[in-house]
């Protein structure tokens, strides 16, 4: 079976709000108030929780204190784990793409570079956790993206080749991983990594989710 893997942080859904509201607890905590904007540091925000806390720590001119990263790196995700639904949003027409594509034959599933449980718990609050047939996360396996065990993984979880699968995401990480695997990649151009996503030279850019199931068929064909 052709599979297609999507990444799940701005490119299912926009997570980037509830991320940087996470940090900014982590930045009250210290007496330091809300130090991340949720638009300006949108694409800081789906580079991970560490890559906010350093983003923050910069501007309180205290970088390079790891230990004070590593030590609020737990209550950032405890305080994302509490809210993770308050602001994100799926993409338009991001669920009715995956109907389609499935419809079509198929197989779907996630691989993100996002925690497991959490990846999962979002997924679910959502409601469209049953629409993927697999769900590789950050520490599921001993690797992650771009390594391209994830992304072979995700697709033999999702019942596909792992040789015949295409994946959907937003960033280089995303695209090295693909190229890692040997397999095509889309890179959407509407989530908030912003910058230009034609310079990372994936196989297709994705502008509207629509256009997706075309795509794919073209690539797998």
Do not use: W
């Not at 970088?63 to 993409?91: C, F, K, N, Q, S």
């Not at 793409?97 to 198929?106: D, F, H, S, T």
């Not at 396996?141 to 390594?147: S, T």
């Amino acid at each position: 079976m052709k599979t297609v893997i999507f990444d799940l942080d701005g490119t299912l859904a926009d997570t980037s709000g509830d991320l940087i509201a996470a940090a900014n607890a982590c930045f009250r905590a210290m007496g330091a108030g809300d130090i991340l904007d949720p638009a300006a540091d949108a694409g800081t925000a789906l580079r991970g929780g560490r890559a906010m806390l350093r983003l923050g720590m910069e501007r309180l001119n205290r970088a390079g204190e790891e230990a004070t990263i590593d030590r609020y790196y737990p209550v950032l995700l405890e305080a994302y784990r509490a809210a993770i639904d308050v602001h994100t949003v799926l993409y338009p027409g991001a669920m009715e793409a995956v109907e389609v594509l499935k419809r079509k034959g198929y197989g779907v599933g996630i691989c993100t570079n996002k925690p497991e449980a959490l990846a999962e718990l979002l997924l679910q609050r959502l409601a469209v956790r049953d629409a993927f047939a697999s769900m590789i996360g950050a520490d599921t396996l001993a690797v992650r993206k771009p390594d391209p065990e994830p992304l072979f993984e995700a697709a033999r979880r999702a019942g596909g080749d792992p040789r015949r699968c295409v994946l959907i995401g937003d960033s280089d990480t995303d695209r090295n991983t693909a190229r890692a695997a040997g397999v095509p990649s889309v890179l959407v151009t509407f989530g908030p990594a912003g910058g230009d996503m034609a310079a990372l030279d994936p196989e297709a850019l994705l502008h509207r989710y629509d256009d997706l199931p075309q795509i794919v068929d073209r690539l797998l064909a």
